[in-house]
């Protein structure tokens, strides 16, 4: 009885085990959960990531700069032969000396060029710059995977409309041959729908491969296993003038006031000025005070007096303090040529900074110019399809009632799939050009 209970456990166990499984192969990515899992797992981005938290360390060490350094030492030491006793400075001749010695000293930095308070100013800005950077990567990353996404959601819609094809010709092959084994049509037409039918199947192999390579694509950039992978496609509705931006001023703003890439820059300018204030520390004198506490100890046998040796240590303790000044008077140029890099290097930021804003306004209006141009190209497709719809119809009840050749019905499918295709197409790159637009004012990415 206990037997048969464990077994029918077991049974239950493993008809869950096998349920969860196939479940997580027959599981479909969402959009936003592929680019979740994108910005999760991207290994640029925990580079990005691991290298904000070294900077956090180096903020910790221009902190400790502030702080006195402490040390402490103590020694033991044997001489055999002459010598200088190190407690009564006589001369030792042929004999075994002893000695120990301890010291604890303190240093601590008073004044040099406010050169450690631009450090500790320089590694926060250091530290903030490689955030935006980070999230100039998060942003990327995501207009990626939006991207190959669109694609897999466009090689699809084409697998569709080729799959529609093949099952017309399909019928049109059928069509045919009952017309030829009626009599009512020659024998030639048979095989003419017959390549139509062929050609229709190949189309077909072709879009499943263009269809499978846009999810092997996806799957690698999200760095996920491709066997079983497979997304959830989003409707994309037929684009309105709606989503179509009038002017680019708008976006030119936003992008200029909260793009990362112009922060960045903008920082750049910040680092590289301190970076001129550190250099001027150099013409500046340094100031430092130091403290220092310890004792000796030492024996040898021509010794006229020997103490215990934490006694000698008690007697021989001292203190010692220290005032450093330091002035410089002549560098060899090592502190004008440093001060004269610096400002090089300032205005190579500042121009830095101006190139960063002309080549985003650059990129907004190449966007906004394509965005203008889809649009146009997608109403031009509409209006191409629906034509050729139109002409394919009358050509179908042409070659219905025996007007047009097999041949000529041919051309006019051959036109409308053509139309359907550069409607698909025209759709899905005004759809991601209206993307990028909305990436860079700052809109989301899934709406």
């Known amino acids: 009885m206990i037997r048969y209970k464990y077994q029918k456990i077991g049974l239950c166990l493993a008809l869950l085990f096998v349920s969860l499984f196939s479940f997580s192969q027959q599981k479909k990515w969402t959009l936003q959960e592929c680019v979740n899992h994108a910005l999760e797992h991207n290994i640029t981005i925990q580079q990005s990531e691991n290298t904000l938290l070294s900077n956090e360390q180096d903020i910790l060490a221009a902190k400790g700069q502030f702080l006195p350094s402490v040390s402490g030492n103590m020694g033991q030491r044997m001489s055999i032969g002459s010598g200088f006793d190190p407690v009564t400075n006589q001369r030792i001749n042929n004999q075994t000396t002893h000695s120990f010695n301890y010291n604890l000293s303190v240093s ?100 499943e491969n263009s269809y499978t390579l846009a999810l092997l694509t996806l799957s690698q950039l999200l760095q996920v296993p491709f066997e079983g992978f497979d997304v959830e496609i989003i409707a994309v509705e037929s684009p309105s003038e709606n989503v179509l931006y009038k002017e ?140 050729q719809k139109l002409a394919f119809n009358n050509s179908k009840e042409r070659y219905d009632i025996g007007v047009m050749t097999a041949y000529e019905l041919e051309q006019a499918r051959v036109q409308l799939i053509n139309a359907e295709s550069s409607l698909i197409n025209a759709k899905y790159d005004f759809v991601f050009k209206t993307k990028v637009l909305d990436f860079y004012a700052g809109k989301s990415l899934f709406d």
Do not use: C, M
């Not at 008073?110 to 999230?135: C, D, V, W």
């Not at 009512?184 to 139509?196: C, F, G, K, L, R």
């Not at 040898?300 to 934490?310: M, P, R, V, W």
């Open 248 to 387: 680019v001023t708008p976006v030119l703003n936003h992008a200029f006031q909260n793009r990362s890439e112009i922060k960045v820059a903008e920082k750049g300018v910040e680092s590289a000025e301190l970076n001129t204030e550190i250099s001027k520390s150099g013409y500046y004198p340094s100031v430092s005070f130091g403290y220092g506490f310890g004792s000796v100890w030492s024996e040898s046998k021509n010794d006229l007096i020997k103490q215990a040796f934490f006694r000698e240590l008690d007697l021989l303790k001292g203190h010692n303090f220290n005032l450093n000044v330091s002035i410089p008077i002549f560098s060899r140029f090592q502190n004008k040529t440093a001060v004269a890099k610096s400002k090089i290097q300032e205005e190579n930021s500042k121009l830095n900074l101006q190139r960063a804003k002309l080549d985003l306004e650059a990129n907004i209006q190449q966007a906004f110019t394509d965005a203008q141009a889809a649009f146009k190209a997608y109403e031009a497709a509409k209006k191409s399809l629906e034509a």
């Open 108 to 207: 601590q930095n008073i004044f040099n060029g406010f050169r450690t308070l631009n450090q500790y100013k320089q590694s926060q800005l250091t530290k903030e710059t490689n955030a935006l950077e980070l999230s100039r990567i998060k942003d990327d990353v995501s207009l990626n995977v939006v991207n190959a996404y669109l694609n897999v959601a466009f090689n699809k819609e084409s697998l569709q409309t080729a799959k529609a094809q093949y099952e017309f010709s399909s019928k049109q092959f059928q069509q045919v041959k009952d017309l030829v084994d009626a009599g009512v049509q020659p024998q030639a037409n048979i095989y003419d729908a017959e390549a139509t039918l062929s050609r229709d199947a190949q189309q077909v192999t072709l879009a």
